[in-house]
């Protein structure tokens, strides 16, 4: 969706006509931006380097020998910072994601798509590691265009060939990257060290992960934005009029009208020469000149190619810049509006409920269930028993000795199996045991009992269950 640009000499809506991505005929018009240099894209590629930097470090930083962020998806299994988290822990994970989409929310309205532009992992790679390569081995958009356009000769196929294999190369390296974030970066070098029979899923994991990144940056590239990802479908419910976003001008710019040596100004024109050089740069092929659009991904390659022709024309940069369309209007930039007062408050306390959340978590979690398919049996000696199944787990990064009693009075535990209940760290561990007491002191049917489990020695939980038996007066 696009903002409505209140520029009066152009008719705003003539743009929506046609898509930039889309020809006349149905194919697909393939975007060649034209390289760009500048203040901004000089300070984006730091800023990426340094993003791309701690991205592939991630999976190597360890603490006391585990990792520091793993999104084990399969075994639901989650480390976010050093904390680890399981499906027993689902509701914290709910309240991570909604202050993650709260602040999303509350920057968005406040700062636009400046995450696209600067720090989305599709961004970084399709301008500061895929494009660049191009680059250098195609050239510039018009070269790149030439050569896609001319015949399969020696030129063409060595490279289009170098492109590729490097293209594949680097989408590898980004599919292991991403199956360590999600199994473990030692598990990642077992399947990349061993044949691939030994680790077959996991194999086939990482060539479809290397293809799917194969694909969309050598292909699909700025459609991933376009068509795939919602945030910039969201873009027209989140932004207003006071949100800061790569913005045209157009009080200033307007009329725009190209420089012609030797001519009479008859009438006023803007600063804009209408030279295209903000639609050539731009990776989505849009014309920032018509508003702000689904398109616009705030990269700043446009804000850049417009500075430099302003310096070599001898007019004020600024031209396109960061800006709200309220500060183009009205000459002032208000951010601190009611909406982003009460998205402050609604982060604050989900932040609040989180905290408390985590500061209460228990560490050891158990949970114990009735045997399917038995009420009790009889024993000799006037004794009647229930099997149970208890279910504990680790979230801790030591082992631990766990031990369960009753604290109904006349009632013991007999444990089935292994007396010694020692957990794993981050293990799940699965036992039995009986509940047992004489006959003759069965009172009710249906009698509550409350559990006691301990580790080391210190209680870390009181679980309610049900003790069923017959009632011990009708048996005597």
């Known amino acids: 969706?696009?903002?409505?640009?209140?520029?009066?000499?152009?008719?705003?809506?003539?743009?929506?006509?046609?898509?930039?991505?889309?020809?006349?005929?149905?194919?697909?018009?393939?975007?060649?931006?034209?390289?760009?240099?500048?203040?901004?894209?000089?300070?984006?590629?730091?800023?990426?380097?340094?993003?791309?930097?701690i991205l592939f470090a991630g999976p190597f930083i360890q603490v006391d020998g585990r990792p520091y962020m793993l999104f084990n998806i399969?075994?639901?299994?989650?480390?976010?910072?050093?904390?680890?988290?399981?499906?027993?822990?689902?509701?914290?994970?709910?309240?991570?994601?909604?202050?993650?989409?709260?602040?999303?929310?509350?920057?968005?309205?406040?700062?636009?798509r400046v995450w696209c532009g600067w720090a989305c992992p599709?961004?970084?790679?399709?301008?500061?590691?895929?494009?660049?390569?191009?680059?250098?081995?195609?050239?510039?958009?018009?070269?790149?265009?030439?050569?896609n356009?001319?015949?399969?000769?020696?030129?063409?196929?060595?490279?289009?060939g170098l492109k590729?294999?490097?293209?594949?190369?680097?989408?590898?390296?980004?599919?292991?990257?991403?199956?360590?974030?999600?199994?473990?970066?030692?598990?990642v070098k077992e399947i990349v060290t061993q044949p691939p029979s030994a680790h077959l899923a996991g194999f086939i994991g990482l060539i479809a992960f290397s293809g799917i990144f194969m694909f969309v940056f050598s292909w699909f590239r700025e459609q991933a934005c376009l068509v795939v990802c919602p945030y910039g479908r969201l873009q027209g419910v989140l932004l207003d009029d006071?949100?800061?976003?790569?913005?045209?001008?157009?009080?200033?710019?307007?009329?725009?009208?190209?420089?012609?040596?030797?001519?009479?100004?008859?009438?006023?024109?803007?600063?804009?020469?209408?030279?295209?050089?903000?639609?050539?740069?731009?990776?989505?092929?849009?014309?920032?000149?018509?508003?702000?659009?689904?398109?616009?991904?705030?990269?700043?390659?446009?804000?850049?190619?417009?500075?430099?022709?302003?310096?070599?024309?001898?007019?004020?940069?600024?031209?396109?810049?960061?800006?709200?369309?309220?500060?183009?209007?009205?000459?002032?930039?208000?951010?601190?509006?009611?909406?982003?007062?009460?998205?402050?408050?609604?982060?604050v306390i989900l932040m609040a409920a989180f905290v408390a959340l985590i500061a209460t978590r228990s560490d050891l979690e158990g949970t114990v269930t009735r045997f399917p398919g038995m009420t009790y049996q009889a024993r000799e000696g006037?004794?009647?028993?229930?099997?149970?199944?208890?279910?504990?787990?680790?979230k801790t990064f030591e082992p631990q000795s766990v031990t369960i009693e009753s604290l109904a009075e006349g009632m013991k535990v007999e444990i089935v199996g292994d007396m010694n209940w020692v957990l794993e760290p981050q293990s799940k561990f699965e036992g039995r045991f009986f509940l047992v007491r004489e006959q003759a002191g069965v009172k009710v049917p249906q009698e509550k009992v409350l559990l006691r489990l301990a580790a080391e020695g210190e209680e870390f939980e009181e679980i309610e269950t049900n003790f069923m038996a017959p009632v011990g007066a009708q048996n005597n």
């Open 1 to 53: 969706m696009a903002k409505k640009n209140q520029n009066p000499h152009l008719d705003p809506e003539k743009f929506r006509d046609a898509l930039a991505t889309v020809r006349e005929d149905g194919k697909r018009n393939w975007v060649y931006p034209k390289k760009v240099s500048g203040f901004f894209y000089k300070y984006r590629s730091y800023l990426s380097w340094l993003l791309l930097a």
């Open 74 to 112: 399969f075994e639901r299994k989650f480390i976010i910072f050093g904390a680890a988290f399981w499906p027993q822990d689902t509701h914290l994970l709910i309240f991570l994601l909604l202050i993650f989409f709260v602040f999303i929310i509350l920057f968005t309205v406040v700062f636009g």
């Open 122 to 147: 599709q961004t970084l790679f399709m301008e500061m590691v895929f494009r660049k390569i191009e680059y250098a081995i195609e050239g510039d958009a018009n070269q790149q265009r030439t050569l």
């Open 149 to 160: 356009q001319g015949p399969w000769n020696s030129e063409k196929i060595w490279k289009k």
């Open 164 to 187: 590729i294999s490097i293209f594949a190369l680097i989408s590898l390296l980004i599919g292991h990257l991403v199956m360590a974030y999600l199994i473990g970066i030692d598990q």
């Open 242 to 347: 006071n949100s800061i976003n790569v913005m045209y001008d157009y009080v200033r710019g307007e009329p725009r009208s190209p420089i012609r040596k030797n001519e009479v100004e008859a009438t006023p024109k803007g600063d804009c020469i209408d030279c295209g050089l903000c639609v050539q740069v731009c990776p989505t092929g849009i014309d920032i000149r018509n508003g702000t659009q689904m398109e616009c991904v705030n990269c700043t390659a446009c804000i850049d190619a417009c500075d430099e022709v302003m310096v070599k024309v001898e007019r004020p940069k600024g031209l396109i810049r960061y800006a709200s369309e309220n500060s183009i209007k009205q000459g002032f930039q208000k951010l601190i509006t009611g909406r982003v007062k009460g998205y402050v408050i609604v982060l």
């Open 382 to 394: 006037g004794m009647v028993s229930n099997l149970y199944n208890i279910t504990l787990i680790n």
